[in-house]
């Protein structure tokens, strides 16, 4: 397979599994927090926030995004390196930055607490490159 195809192939599944646990997150706080969910799906900050400030435990929801995050980013990371004929922690990298581009478009359409921003720039990158390096050492990588 061509290098530049194998590493598209790569980036792509690496970030196709990273949202399969974003979306997990999703489902859990929808499960879990149905008056957040439906401010989100109605794509309507100020009645986010209003449910924000009235939910008991509405922080729970801010973790379970948080650690749907960096699961996405390590299992992200790791087959994105996985697959790379070359550089794998740098393709795990890419889909840790891709994924982070994301996290931060949906603060800027739902804007979270000051403290979820600064985590939003801790939770993507470590992660990422762990599964790649993870994925690296493993024989038959790439």
């Known amino acids: 397979m061509h290098a530049a195809l194998?590493?598209?192939?790569?980036?792509?599944?690496?970030?196709?599994?990273?949202?399969?646990?974003?979306?997990?997150?999703?489902?859990?706080?929808?499960?879990?927090?149905?008056?957040?969910?439906?401010?989100?799906?109605?794509?309507?900050?100020?009645?986010?926030a209003r449910a924000i400030e009235t939910t008991p435990g509405a922080g729970a929801a801010f973790a379970i995004v948080l650690v749907?995050?960096?699961?996405?980013?390590?299992?992200?990371g790791y087959v994105a390196a996985r697959i790379a004929a070359r550089?794998?922690?740098?393709?795990?990298?890419?889909?840790?930055?891709?994924?982070?581009a994301g996290g931060v478009v949906n603060n800027l359409a739902f804007p979270p607490p000051v403290w979820f921003w600064a985590a939003t720039f801790v939770v993507f990158l470590p992660p990422a490159w762990l599964g790649g390096r993870i994925a690296a050492r493993e024989p038959g990588a790439g």
């Open 87 to 100: 550089a794998p922690l740098a393709h795990a990298l890419v889909v840790g930055a891709l994924f982070m």
């Open 6 to 48: 194998r590493s598209l192939l790569a980036i792509v599944a690496g970030f196709l599994t990273a949202n399969v646990a974003n979306i997990a997150g999703s489902i859990l706080n929808g499960a879990l927090f149905p008056a957040l969910a439906s401010a989100v799906v109605q794509n309507d900050p100020a009645a986010l």
């Open 68 to 76: 749907a995050w960096v699961l996405g980013s390590f299992a992200g």
